[in-house]
């Protein structure tokens, strides 16, 4: 019983973190397409192959904070991880 629920919360994570990434690949295709560029453009902007940019827009794969933050940069949008009040 405790292997069964301890795969469903596994499943269950990684279900969330996946429907994670899907909707910010969503959100930066969406921005990418609002300022104009196609993924080659922003590919060799960002100093990416267009397929990377590709498998983020489609939630298949897992990036860094990094691809994050040059997305930010290059797209010009803004974004908040955290609230930075420590309680």
Do not use: P, W
């Amino acid at each position: 019983m405790v292997n069964r629920d301890s795969q469903l919360a596994k499943d269950s994570i990684e279900n969330y973190i996946h429907n994670c990434r899907l909707k910010m690949g969503q959100n930066i295709r969406g921005i990418r397409e609002k300022r104009g560029y196609s993924q080659d453009e922003l590919a060799e902007i960002m100093g990416v192959n267009r397929t990377t940019i590709s498998k983020i827009e489609n939630g298949k794969f897992s990036f860094s904070i990094d691809y994050l933050a040059k997305f930010s940069l290059f797209l010009d949008f803004n974004f908040s991880l955290v609230d930075n009040q420590v309680i």
